[in-house]
């Protein structure tokens, strides 16, 4: 498991098993009305490894559209 700020993150291998992702449930680029794996940053979306924690997104990371993990209020 990942640890982002001292939240738990998903770190498995199954992108589409992964309905979701508390990284990008907390972030405030991400609707979770939407239903999908798609935000600002990826609108076209999110690569599989941002989705499932392997990587955390509080840097920058490829085809970001500069825009990085903010913790929603």
Not at 57 to 70: A, E, L
């Amino acid at each position: 498991m990942i640890i982002l700020k001292n939240e738990c993150i998903f770190d498995g291998d199954e992108y589409l098993g992964f309905y979701f992702s508390s990284q990008c449930y907390n972030c405030e680029h991400y609707n979770p009305a939407q239903m999908t794996h798609i935000c600002k940053a990826y609108p076209n979306g999110i690569p599989p490894e941002v989705w499932t924690g392997k990587v955390t997104h509080d840097n920058p990371y490829k085809q970001d559209n500069n825009i990085v993990y903010k913790k929603s209020l």
